[in-house]
């Protein structure tokens, strides 16, 4: 497993919607994924220290979690199928652990109100992760451990779908510049 930090949050202008940009600590390989807009501006609220005046959703999971004597030690990304991310909720309670079936995006919004880490399985980054060399212009997807990143044919950009218009269209400059 890989731990990973919030890169930022975008919106795709292709289709309007959201994507969470996760960065491999300590490396440039990226981590794309498609959130709802209700997902993504639950993480920004925390990301930003939004006050609001009621618990949003994930704010009311982490105070059952809490109430109920657990904590949520990290999350995963532990698979991806059909394009589409699947995610793992650990928490430990009363000493025991426990793993609990999430959206990527839930899993996020509540390992930001937690500080908890966020993974990812090295299959997932290896298969969906994305290196931009430093002009921005090309991506580059894979590098497993010792593997050099190799470009991306077409045949690839096409397995990968819904990130094709997404990668082509990242601008490394708009990146914010925060370490996380």
Do not use: C
């Not at 005046?53 to 199928?81: F, K, W």
């Not at 218009?165 to 400059?173: A, C, S, T, V, Y």
């Amino acid at each position: 497993m890989k731990e990973l930090s919030i890169e930022s949050i975008r919106l795709s202008l292709m289709n309007y919607q959201r994507v969470v940009i996760l960065r491999e600590k300590d490396s440039d390989r990226y981590l794309p994924i498609w959130i709802g807009p209700a997902e993504a501006d639950a993480i920004a609220v925390r990301l930003q220290d939004v006050a609001v005046a009621r618990p949003l959703t994930h704010d009311l999971l982490r105070n059952l979690i809490e109430e109920l004597g657990g904590r949520v030690a990290y999350i995963v990304v532990n698979d991806l199928s059909n394009d589409t991310f699947y995610a793992r909720i650990v928490l430990d309670v009363n000493g025991s652990t426990m793993e609990i079936d999430s959206r990527p995006s839930d899993a996020i919004a509540l390992a930001v109100r937690t500080e908890a880490p966020i993974y990812v399985e090295d299959s997932v980054l290896d298969r969906a992760g994305v290196v931009l060399e430093e002009d921005g212009e090309r991506a580059e997807v894979g590098t497993g451990a010792g593997e050099r990143a190799k470009p991306v044919d077409p045949a690839e950009l096409e397995r990968l779908g819904a990130f094709k218009d997404f990668i082509e269209g990242l601008d490394l400059d708009d990146f914010d510049t925060r370490k996380g």
